[in-house]
């Protein structure tokens, strides 16, 4: 799937990949949805998210963290609040530690509450995104709080980007299991 570069492609791409995560996590029993993961001991398992995440709510989680991220970024900026995209004290060399706190944070969160958390935060996203023009989404520091990117290049990496890394952490599971 190529790199959605308007804002029609960026829907659709967050929408497929969505509904494709969750096809995965819809395919799979109740007992297997529970299991522990079993990652960071195989070749090309060496990032740290493959130790970190235990189970298949820490992956909701983590995505619904960064839902947060994206929204309060965008929201807060929009309303002359200038904020970071990653808060202090953390910076893209950082982040790692950030993704432990979350969760850390997520360590009694129930899987179905994660499941509803993901949902919710999706749909915020995504009208998020109608909000935008096309132009507002893809032209490079049409916002100045953007840096030298486009503010559709976050959406990417929040949405169709992380769910296609959710869903091969996801796949592995299913392969490891059955």
Do not use: C
């Not at 989680?61 to 970024?73: A, C, D, F, G, P």
């Not at 909000?131 to 169709?160: A, M, P, V």
């Amino acid at each position: 799937m190529p790199r959605p570069a308007t804002k029609k492609d960026l829907i659709s791409a967050a929408n497929e990949q969505f509904d494709k995560m969750w096809a995965l996590i819809d395919s799979m029993t109740e007992e297997e949805r529970g299991k522990p993961f079993k990652f960071g001991d195989d070749p090309g398992e060496e990032e740290a998210h493959w130790k970190r995440d235990k189970n298949l709510r820490d992956v909701l989680v983590h995505l619904y963290e960064w839902h947060q991220l994206l929204l309060n970024w965008i929201n807060s900026n929009l309303k002359g609040r200038h904020v970071p995209f990653l808060p202090e004290p953390y910076t893209w060399k950082t982040y790692g530690v950030m993704n432990m706190k979350f969760w850390e944070k997520h360590q009694s969160t129930p899987y179905e509450d994660a499941r509803k958390m993901l949902m919710q935060s999706h749909k915020e996203v995504m009208a998020l995104i109608e909000g935008f023009t096309n132009e507002e989404l893809f032209e490079k520091q049409h916002f100045k709080w953007s840096g030298t990117t486009n503010i559709g290049s976050y959406f990417i990496s929040n949405t169709s980007s992380h769910y296609n890394w959710a869903i091969k952490k996801i796949k592995r599971q299913i392969k490891k299991l059955r």
